[in-house]
């Protein structure tokens, strides 16, 4: 009979002497049972990987890939510095004072990330941000935070006018609405 066998006998026993009312007590120490020399084998289970703290670095890193622009020139187009750049570059997180540069990250991301489908790749983008159009350049627009005019008017120095775009254009404009009377 093995430890472990004697010990749930003599639980089994105690639990129907209790529920007749009598109390028999063979050993007044209490039976210990080693379970970990029960058992033959053992599960490991891997270590989790520990998950980025923040998509910053990859949203910066990709920017700077986009443009080619130096921890500088994105601090310039961000509006801070280029030492809080380098800090969300590398680990990503976000304090009370760069909450409001990490959300123009995430912008700025979406805005060039879309131009860089467009674009042949990074120089032609890095042109179209710095071609003036209507007095202002895309870049400009961009580190004013006017995303959308910055987005359109990148995409006018890509791809330009089309031709089935100017006819809707010099369409005369009609009244919505007019004044009805009986």
Known sequence: MSVLDAALSATSAQTQAQATGLVFLTDPRPVRVDVYALSTAWI??????????????????????????????LARVLG????????????????????????????????????????????????????????????????????AQAYTSALDALRGPRPAMLPAALAPVRAATRELRP
């Open 44 to 73: 490991h289970m891997p270590h989790e990987r520990s998950a980025p703290v923040s998509p910053l670095p990859g949203l910066l890193k990709e920017i700077r890939d986009l443009t080619g622009w130096a921890r500088r020139d």
């Open 80 to 147: 801070t510095t280029h030492p809080t750049i380098g800090r969300l570059e590398t680990d990503g997180r976000v304090t009370a004072r760069s909450r409001d540069v990490a959300a123009r990250v995430a912008e700025l991301h979406a805005v060039l990330v879309r131009l860089g489908r467009v674009a042949a790749g990074p120089p032609a983008l890095i042109l179209a941000l710095q071609r003036q159009a209507g007095g202002i350049t895309p870049l400009e627009l961009l580190r004013q935070g006017e995303w």
